[in-house]
T-cell receptor
Framework: EDQVTQSPEALRLQEGESSSLNCSYTVSGLRGLFWYRQDPGKGPEFLFTLYSAGEEKEKERLKATLTKKESFLHITAPKPEDSATYLCAVQDGSGTYKYIFGTGTRLKVLA | KAGVTQTPRYLIKTRGQQVTLSCSPISGHRSVSWYQQTPGQGLQFLFEYFSETQRNKGNFPGRFSGRQFSNSRSEMNVSTLELGDSALYLC?????????????FGDGTRLSIL
């Protein structure tokens, strides 16, 4: 069964304290892996698409990487405005092309 | 470019009632998916529509239904509401099924059942 697991569930960082969020997945033929940011009371906001193992994408303080079994979202020198829930999703390649979401990591960056 | 628009933003209903939620996708996007988001379960897939046809369906009871119109706008309906239906309902659009592309989300409809 297709599954996406994110860890940790919650993370508190001091401003400037770099860390990584993990997204591990099992899927029938990965077509793409997506990272989203969700603020309270809002819908998820798209951040990155990763297509194949070894690929990396960067945006400001965020860098996403992909292996055959997991993806990492690295946050370098975070600021309080980076506080949000980060969601990972995979698109399966079985023919349905469904998107399967993890339950997210709640990140809190303290000033 | 306008994003995904969901209406209404908030709804309060009582058990046994029914509700209809609306979603207007990004212009040019023809695939619309619906998700239920709760604190414990995360995003649970409800269904996906493309060209006015349901392509995929999640594991929800028949009380949950949807439809898509010729302009790609979509509605979902929940009948005989239960307390457990309280959630944030999110609509997401993408260009078309099958392509490797992200879904873009609206800000959701917060449904509360009393």
């Amino acid at each position: 069964e297709d599954q996406v697991t994110q860890s940790p569930e919650a993370l508190r960082l001091q401003e400037g304290e770099s860390s990584s969020l993990n997204c591990s997945y099992t899927v029938s033929g990965l077509r793409g892996l997506f990272w989203y940011r969700q603020d309270p009371g809002k819908g998820p906001e798209f951040l990155f698409t990763l297509y194949s193992a070894g690929e990396e994408k960067e945006k400001e303080r965020l860098k996403a990487t992909l292996t055959k079994k997991e993806s990492f979202l690295h946050i370098t020198a975070p600021k309080p405005e980076d506080s949000a829930t980060y969601l990972c999703a995979v698109q399966d390649g079985s023919g349905t092309y469904k998107y399967i979401f993890g339950t997210g990591t709640r990140l809190k960056v303290l000033a | 470019k306008a994003g995904v628009t969901q209406t209404p933003r908030y709804l309060i209903k009582t058990r046994g009632q029914q509700v209809t939620l609306s979603c207007s996708p990004i212009s040019g996007h023809r695939s619309v998916s619906w998700y239920q988001q709760t604190p414990g379960q995360g995003l649970q897939f409800l269904f996906e529509y493309f060209s006015e046809t349901q392509r995929n369906k999640g594991n929800f009871p028949g009380r949950f239904s949807g439809r898509q119109f010729s302009n790609s706008r979509s509605e979902m309906n929940v009948s005989t509401l239960e307390l457990g239906d309280s959630a944030l309902y999110l609509c997401a659009s993408s260009l078309e099924p099958g392509g490797v592309q992200p879904q873009h989300f609206g800000d959701g409809t917060r449904l509360s059942i009393l």
